[in-house]
């Protein structure tokens, strides 16, 4: 599926680019080619463009959350079986069955682990392949 250079396509949607700068370099040191949006709108234009192989989804957006940008993409014919893993700094009771229910594969807890962002990403490449 992947070969050594190439690890897979993540897009990351992030509306705070401190978070996207971190991400996108830890992401990319490991080989994955990561494409970036800064909120729902951007995220839907560009998958209509690109097929990512996951999706890396912060909750707290302004506009649109992304338990709701979740369920629109959940709709889209090809993106039904792109693993989304919600990005949270929500940890209260219920929050991982909220975005479980919204159409997420799983949940990373935020402040995001540097050292092992990219293992748990790998659990769900290896799930979907």
């Known amino acids: 599926m992947f070969d050594d250079e ?71 014919p090809n993106m039904s079986a792109v693993p989304i893993i919600a990005l949270t700094a929500n940890v209260m009771r219920g929050d991982r069955e909220r975005s479980l229910e919204a159409g997420c594969d799983g949940y990373i807890q935020k402040p995001i682990d540097i050292d092992t962002i990219t293992t748990q990403i790998e659990r769900f490449l290896k799930r979907e392949s």
């Not at 949006?37 to 996951?54: G, R, S």
């Open 6 to 76: 190439n690890r897979g396509t993540i897009l990351y949607v992030e509306d705070d680019p401190n978070n996207r700068t971190l991400i996108r370099r830890v992401l990319m040191a490991e080989g994955y080619q990561v494409e970036e949006a800064f909120d729902a709108k951007m995220a839907l234009e560009k998958l209509k463009t690109i097929q990512p192989n996951l999706i890396l989804m912060d909750i707290n957006m302004p506009e649109m959350d992304g338990y709701t940008l979740t369920s629109l993409i959940r709709q889209i």
